[in-house]
């Protein structure tokens, strides 16, 4: 499953060999809940038949308000997956010395109960 | 210049063009151009724009490196594209380009075809490339004179005025050469005195606000930021346009509003104003002075809050952009105020601006 980038939506995607989801790139969709519908719908399908630990990697440059929602939308869902047994761990990227991403992705992880890491690319 | 002025649209640019921004305001101009217009006149707009941004580009003499005295306005009122752009050169230049335009303004549509011919066998190619085709092709596609004059600068150099008009009814035009090349030189003049190194008023759909973005990120950011707060203005111009997009009145299809970049003792200022209707402007005035009022703190638990608060399927608008726009810009950076609009009884202006500062 890959959704490719564009000037206002990241890349996504799912690489189940090495059980790992992706979102890459900037997300200032004019609408957001429609670019995540099909989102949420694939990575909730991709965890529900996976056994083994799924790796979702956050990297995102800009990101508008409403996505920011769809996003934390999307995490609450994996923290529910997390927590009828499901092994998850949210990995959030940032580019070394963007202190403005990093600050966001430490910040996001307080409002959440799953494995959730920030991480220096 | 505000959003209480009639023009449909305007686009205005004070500094310097290298190839990066030239394309970026060329294509935001021709967005908009086929926003407003389509077909035959469309094509003839973007060609008119690009002939100018040459015109601008390739016969400006950059003398002494003087910052900021290049200028770009494409302004759209009634029935009439304007397309207007300032360049600095050197004295010798001023006798050329007056002959060659007053050659071309004495031709009919006839003979300008025959000097077009002519110049296209016989072109006597300048250094950089240009050979008055361009002149001879902007008078041929708008079938108007070239407006122009010069006014000496400071250094000795010249500023060269061009305008285009292109008129898509077949009304004659109420206004002489003098009057309009007076106003666009008064509006440049604002612009120098303010600061004001963008200016943009029209529709904001996410096909405008792209290339606003691009132009943005492009030529403001790197040169007076450091990373973090150049992330922080970019984030702060995506809420605030897109709020404008989302939250606007809308007028005969239009959302419209105004978008502003100037430079204010060392901060970087960028001003969005919109329309809203008189109904929610208490909701948005009490909702900006409480999010004002709150400490760091009671506003990262309010944006906790709100973005983990599941919404009903028909409520679009989860009310962070405004604490994200505070958060990342600080609230001691952040005014925003309420006209009355002069041409609506019960609408207001909604204006907001963000200020950074380039230490």
Request: aromatic share 0%.
């Given at each position: 499953m890959k959704i490719e980038a564009t000037e206002e939506t990241p890349e996504f995607l799912i690489n189940e060999s090495e059980s790992k989801i992706s979102l890459k790139g900037r997300a200032f969709p004019e609408n957001a809940i429609s670019f995540f519908n099909p989102i949420f719908k694939s990575t909730y399908s991709f965890i529900e038949k996976s056994t083994s630990v799924v790796r979702f990697e956050i990297d995102l440059e800009y990101f508008n308000s409403a996505s920011t929602k769809q996003l934390i939308n999307l995490i609450s869902s994996l923290e529910t997956f997390h927590q009828n047994g499901k092994n998850i761990l949210i990995v959030w990227k940032y580019d070394k010395g963007d202190d403005l991403i990093k600050a966001k992705g430490q910040e996001f992880s307080t409002f959440f109960d799953l494995p959730f890491k920030v991480e220096a690319i | 210049m505000n959003l209480n002025n009639q023009d449909d649209f305007n686009l205005a640019y004070l500094g310097q063009f290298d190839d990066k921004i030239t394309n970026l305001l060329i294509d935001l101009s021709s967005n908009q151009a086929s926003n407003l217009q389509s077909g035959k006149s469309n094509r003839k707009i973007s060609f008119l724009i690009a002939e100018c941004f040459q015109n601008v580009i390739r016969h400006s003499d950059n003398l002494e490196?003087?910052?900021?005295?290049d200028f770009f306005l494409l302004k759209k009122a009634g029935n009439v594209f304007y397309i207007f752009s300032i360049n600095l050169i050197k004295k010798e230049k001023v006798q050329k380009i007056e002959n060659a335009i007053s050659t071309i303004n004495e031709l009919d549509k006839d003979e300008l075809k025959k000097m077009y011919l002519k110049e296209l066998e016989n072109s006597e190619i300048s250094d950089k490339g240009g050979a008055g085709l361009g002149l001879i092709e902007i008078a041929r596609k708008t079938n108007n004179k070239l407006i122009f004059d010069f006014t000496e600068s400071e250094s000795g150099d010249y500023l060269f005025h061009f305008l285009t008009t292109l008129n898509l009814s077949n009304e004659d035009e109420e206004s002489t050469s003098n009057e309009l090349i007076f106003n666009f030189k008064k509006i440049y003049s604002k612009m120098l005195a303010k600061n004001t190194l963008f200016f943009y008023k029209g529709d904001f759909k996410q096909n405008t606000i792209l290339p606003i973005l691009s132009i943005v990120e492009a030529n403001y950011l790197p040169s007076n930021f450091s990373k973090s707060n150049s992330k922080k203005m970019y984030l702060v111009a995506i809420e605030a346009l897109q709020n404008i997009s989302r939250h606007s009145l809308e007028k005969e299809n239009k959302k419209e509003g105004t978008f502003t970049i100037k430079e204010h003792d060392n901060n970087l200022v960028i001003e969005f104003s919109n329309l809203v209707s008189g109904s929610i402007k208490p909701e948005l005035e009490n909702e900006f002075n409480y999010l004002i009022s709150l400490d760091e703190e009671s506003l990262g638990d309010l944006y906790k809050k709100r973005l983990k608060t599941i919404l009903?399927?028909?409520?679009?608008?989860?009310?962070?952009g405004l604490i994200e726009i505070i958060k990342n810009?600080?609230?001691?950076?952040i005014k925003f105020d309420f006209k009355s609009s002069e041409n609506e009884d019960n609408n207001f202006i909604y204006n907001l601006a963000v200020s950074f500062s380039m230490n």
């Open positions: - | 490196k003087i910052e900021n005295n009903p399927s028909n409520q679009i608008s989860s009310k962070v810009a600080g609230k001691n950076n």
